[in-house]
């Protein structure tokens, strides 16, 4: 009998389930609309997930952040606070053993004008740019967002693709789908919510001429008082896909170099023409299209020069193109100007060998990538 009797009592231990820790903590502040909290007396770490009594109704909480003895608590937004006021001791509880649920995140702040939404992450879990998150609307319609930034672990999200954005609020609870992985396991997200960009770049060129013609004629025009000297350099038709995780970007471009002079009854143009393959090597690994970058463009090159005399005896004189090829590299530093739109300066180095005229060019650069 008394074997008997152990056994139940450890049977009954065996199929207990793990119990969960309570306690309770002061409400210092409540801020209804968007079902915010700030309390006092709660020791737990930002993003912990937490359940909270309110009124009766269990609410899914989370620790959105902690400053000195004030927390502030992010509760589901189908928690009602009518009740709760300034002053009241709420208990909650937390599982000892939690559950996959705390892959989710819940948001945190809404800014629909921008098509963003931000979520705090949690210490244990390691979100990357490109993780994906489904979101469900009020009457079950789902859409799945992915991460566009992230920055003091705060994710934000991009909901333009969501048809019911606008009815998007804090506290509605993201669903993890996939590119998550818990704090200590190795993940890294595909970063890009789209699979195409584009380029569009002005810039400033020293040039520099090897061949003897083209060095006397742009150095006898630069020594005329008469005459002006205009150029620009151009990245036309950017066009790059994703690979490698979204930290290279591979396509095509065509870049355009002008050199003119114009004044008295001469005008002169000499135009290079690169077009071919380009890369772009990011750095950042967190925030697709912020921080330093790379970048290197290789093709097929063409060389033309026009001189226009207004005289009586002038007229049009082409130079006949030339082909060959070009190589252009260099770095810079971008950052993001808008939520699909980045900001690129960079400093371009190029050679081209087109026929008998080999130019270098050093380029100052801002690009436009969308």
Same mark, same amino acid.
């Given at each position: 009998?008394?074997?008997?009797?152990?056994?139940?009592?450890?049977?009954?231990?065996? *199929? *207990?389930?793990? $119990?969960?820790w309570s306690a309770s903590f002061l409400v210092k502040n409540v801020k209804k609309e968007k079902n915010l909290l700030i309390v006092t007396g709660l020791s737990?770490?930002?993003?912990s997930k937490l359940t909270v009594s309110v009124g009766g109704q269990d609410c899914v909480a989370q620790v959105n952040k902690v400053k000195g003895p004030n927390t502030l608590l992010q509760l589901d937004f189908n928690c009602n606070l009518a009740s709760v006021e300034k002053g009241n001791s709420l208990s909650y509880t937390k599982e000892l053993n939690p559950d996959s649920k705390l892959d989710n995140l819940v948001i945190s702040? @809404?800014?629909?004008?921008?098509?963003?939404?931000?979520?705090?992450?949690?210490?244990?879990?390691?979100?990357?740019?490109?993780?994906?998150?489904?979101?469900f609307s009020p009457d079950r319609n789902y859409c799945i967002i992915a991460v566009v930034s992230i920055s003091k672990n705060i994710?934000?999200?991009?909901?333009?693709?969501?048809?019911?954005?606008?009815?998007? &609020?804090? +506290?509605? $609870? *993201?669903?993890? &789908?996939?590119?998550?992985?818990?704090?200590g396991r190795t993940g890294q997200g !595909?970063?890009?919510?789209?699979?195409?960009? =584009?380029?569009?770049?002005? +810039?400033? $060129?020293?040039?520099?001429?090897?061949?003897?013609?083209?060095?006397?004629?742009?150095?006898?025009?630069?020594?005329? !008082?008469? @005459?002006?000297?205009?150029r620009f350099a151009l990245d036309l038709l950017g066009v790059y896909f994703p690979?490698?995780?979204?930290?290279?970007?591979?396509?095509?471009?065509?870049? @355009?170099? &002008?050199?003119?002079?114009? +004044?008295?009854?001469?005008?002169?143009?000499?135009?290079?023409?690169?077009?071919?393959? !380009? =890369?772009?090597?990011?750095?950042?690994?967190?925030? =697709?299209?912020?921080?330093? =970058?790379?970048?290197?463009?290789?093709?097929?090159? &063409?060389y033309t020069a026009t001189a226009v005399t207004n005289s009586e005896e002038g007229g049009v004189s082409n130079t006949p193109a030339?082909?060959?090829?070009g190589a252009m590299a260099g770095g810079g530093w971008s950052f993001n100007a808008t939520d699909s739109v980045m900001m690129m300066g960079? @400093?371009?180095y190029a050679y081209r060998s087109m026929g008998d005229s080999k130019i270098s060019t050093i380029t100052a650069v801002l690009g436009l990538m969308f």
């Open positions: 009998m008394k074997n008997r009797s152990y056994f139940l009592l450890l049977l009954s231990i065996i *199929l *207990l389930p793990l $119990p969960a737990e770490a930002e993003g702040r @809404v800014e629909a004008k921008k098509h963003l939404i931000y979520a705090n992450i949690p210490p244990s879990l390691t979100v990357n740019v490109g993780s994906e998150f489904t979101i994710a934000a999200l991009n909901t333009r693709k969501c048809s019911f954005e606008y009815e998007i &609020r804090v +506290g509605m $609870p *993201l669903e993890a &789908r996939s590119n998550i992985s818990k704090r !595909s970063v890009g919510l789209d699979s195409m960009y =584009f380029l569009f770049g002005a +810039g400033y $060129p020293t040039i520099t001429y090897s061949n003897a013609q083209d060095k006397s004629t742009t150095d006898t025009l630069k020594s005329d !008082s008469s @005459v002006s000297n205009f690979i490698s995780n979204g930290l290279i970007l591979c396509g095509g471009l065509a870049h @355009v170099v &002008r050199d003119g002079y114009s +004044g008295g009854s001469t005008k002169y143009e000499i135009y290079q023409i690169q077009a071919g393959t !380009s =890369f772009l090597f990011f750095f950042n690994k967190q925030r =697709f299209g912020k921080g330093l =970058f790379l970048r290197a463009d290789a093709g097929m090159a &063409r030339k082909n060959g090829w960079q @400093v371009l």
